[in-house]
């Protein structure tokens, strides 16, 4: 066995040795950690291409918060959603709450809104229902085509974020309002309180 040879075998021996040691204390800290110590979960980003971005621009929006600006009516939800077939085993209503408080004026229309948001929610998945029908379908019938599996995949993403978006507006919209009578309730107080002071 040549100088080389020797060195060479010699130097894996040394890496062998340094790898056993490093597993080993790896599996020491496992089992002597801290049970007050947590770990941060690692997140996972994507980063669209300028091409995605070209194809829906929404996926790459210019604004980050024009997501929760993006309140769509209640009008324009239903008549995008009308095309979609209900599923007959599904329940679109939501259950109705019973009160034995009488509600004010704000809690009702917040109350009611937050019922619309259900219905909202529960109505999109009219089409996923519908696309996963129609992907079995093509699957039964062996002709599932790569443009059309693209373009019913396309179609279903860009419905449900923009409705996600919608329905994030709509939210934003309940937030706003919570504060505008919350203001309003301070500044009644602020003002009564003041007249009895007088």
């Not at 075998?9 to 056993?20: E, N, R, S, T």
């Not at 997140?43 to 600006?69: A, G, K, L, Q």
């Not at 009516?73 to 077939?85: A, I, K, L, S």
Request: aromatic share 8%; hydrophobic share 30%.
């Amino acid at each position: 066995m040549s100088h080389n040879d020797d060195a060479i075998a010699a130097l894996q021996h040394q890496l062998a040795a340094m790898a056993k040691k490093l597993a080993k204390l790896t599996q020491d800290s496992t089992h002597n950690k801290d049970p007050q110590i947590k770990d941060p979960i690692q997140v996972r980003t994507f980063n669209p291409s300028e091409e995605e971005r070209d194809r829906y621009p929404p996926i790459w929006p210019s604004d980050p918060d024009s997501f929760y600006r993006n309140e769509i009516t209640d009008d324009n939800f239903w008549e995008q959603f009308r095309p979609y077939p209900k599923n007959s085993k599904m329940q679109y209503e939501p259950p109705k709450t019973t009160s034995t408080v009488k509600l004010n004026s704000f809690q009702k229309s917040h109350e009611s809104n937050l019922r619309s948001i259900q219905k909202r929610l529960v109505n999109l998945t009219r089409p996923i229902d519908l696309f996963l029908h129609q992907i079995w379908s093509m699957e039964e019938r062996d002709s599932i085509n790569a443009e059309d599996m693209v373009e019913i995949c396309s179609n279903l993403a860009t419905l449900m974020r923009d409705h996600l978006a919608g329905t994030a507006g709509k939210v934003q919209s309940m937030r706003l309002e919570v504060i505008r009578q919350s203001k309003g309730t301070t500044y009644k107080r602020h003002h009564q309180s003041g007249a009895r002071q007088g």
